[in-house]
């Protein structure tokens, strides 16, 4: 193995790294990224990333910790994330919900005063617990900084969080960022950034057109047609006409 893949080396003879990307579900696209060797915990990344005043944050487990929290809470930031299995509320206040739907119950509460170390937990303010029931038939607690949204928006709003993944599958499948051609830190950076600056274009490419709505079936004429110089709409074209010259029709005609 490369001594230049030290920096991402987990365990021996294994090595890998993470991209971490905060993902404008709305507009379709990633709005920043940063690369950490696998070891990181998802969590430190997410520590040194900006905070965007106002914004809606929605998270996985991965991304449990009561102090980033606060500092999204105190930019006036609004969180949607899931409570781990054993975490309890301190219930003040149930809220009414609709009959026949997929939510179970709407609460408000304060999670634990301390943690589990015994340190005081910085995120003091009440939060929310939505219980739902998914497609696989399970039951997720949904937790929100958001006292006041209908509690429909704020299971569709975690539910959105699987844009997230579509995009990662969309980027190694159509992109094919399943192996690196170099193993430095630096090299894997410049390849990941490499394939998010194609995915961007892509997308500014396809929103330039409205004759393929599908993704993936635009990738997929922009790579068969990589090496041609060709207007947009002339490759859109689902039937080229074809072009003759004058012998041809000439002979044609003889022969009719």
């Known amino acids: 193995m490369s001594t230049s893949a030290g920096w991402a080396r987990f365990a021996t003879g294994v090595c890998g790294a993470k991209v971490h990307v905060i993902y404008d579900a709305a507009a379709d696209r990633p709005i920043y990224a940063a690369v950490s060797a696998a070891k ?8 040194q990333m900006p905070i965007e005043p106002g914004a809606t944050y ?40 609709p009959e026949g739907g997929n939510i179970l119950s709407d ?10 170390s015994g340190r ?3 995120m003091q303010d009440a939060v929310r617990e939505v219980q739902v029931t998914s497609e696989a038939v399970k039951i997720l607690r949904i937790l929100s900084n958001d006292l006041d949204a209908a509690a ?8 959105r969080r699987w844009a997230i993944e579509l995009f990662f599958r969309w980027v190694k499948q159509v992109l094919r960022i399943t192996g690196f051609l170099g193993t430095s ?11 998010l600056i194609a995915f961007l274009l892509l997308r500014l490419a396809q929103a330039g057109q409205k004759a393929i709505a599908s993704p993936l079936r635009f990738a997929r004429l922009v790579r068969a047609n990589l090496m ?7 490759l859109l074209d689902p039937e080229p006409r074809p072009i003759y010259n004058p012998a041809q029709l000439a002979l044609q005609w003889h022969l009719s």
Do not use: M, S
């Open 185 to 195: 830190e630096n090299a894997v950076k410049i390849q990941i950034a490499v394939a």
């Open 152 to 159: 429909e928006e704020i299971a569709e709003l975690y539910k």
């Open 120 to 122: 005081r937990n910085p």
């Open 228 to 234: 041609h110089r060709k207007p947009l709409d002339r």
């Open 58 to 97: 929605v998270f996985d487990l991965g991304y449990y910790d009561y102090a980033w929290w606060a500092k999204l809470d105190a930019a006036q930031c609004r969180i949607v994330t899931r409570f781990k299995r054993n975490t309890p509320l301190a219930v003040i206040e149930e809220l009414p919900v």
């Open 107 to 116: 609460r408000i509460g304060f999670l634990p005063v301390r943690q589990g």
């Open 40 to 47: 990181v915990n998802d969590i430190t990344v997410a520590q």
